[in-house]
């Protein structure tokens, strides 16, 4: 009878052993196994969508950077449309109001009853790289 005794318990223990090889081979298989790749997944859709909306942050200030480009380079182009406007027109003034200079001054002369002028009646300016003075009225 010992000996059964001792075979049921050694039977016994095996069991036990067995049973805590399985639960310890279940908790990592199956509570970690499956249960990981779900957080994996998760981490991995996470890590998806940060990168996403890093990626479109950076898009988004490089099209502002664009954007403020484009307003400088316009104001750049109107300033430069106004300079260039304002010499054409100075330059149509001048071909307008030019005239014969001997013809000018003939009729002065002969017709006004005008004189040369003497040198205390000539006044001398500088001017700033045009033929023409506009008088203020």
Not at 114 to 135: K, L, N
Request: with cysteine; proline share 1%.
């Amino acid at each position: 009878m010992n000996t059964a005794r001792t075979t049921w318990n050694t039977e016994y223990n095996r069991d036990k052993t067995f049973d805590r090889e399985f639960v310890l081979y279940k908790s990592v298989c199956y509570d970690h196994g499956f249960h990981s790749i779900g957080i994996i997944s998760s981490y991995l859709v996470a890590i998806i969508v940060t990168a996403l909306f890093i990626l479109t942050t950076f898009r988004y200030l490089d099209l502002q950077n664009q954007l403020q480009q484009h307003r400088h380079m316009i104001h750049s182009l109107e300033s430069e449309l106004i300079n260039i406007s304002t010499k054409n027109e100075d330059t149509i003034r001048r071909i307008r109001n030019t005239e014969d200079i001997s013809a000018i001054r003939d009729i002065a002369i002969n017709t006004l009853g005008m004189g040369e002028a003497t040198p205390d009646q000539i006044i001398t300016f500088q001017t700033e790289d045009y033929d023409y003075v506009c008088q203020i009225r």
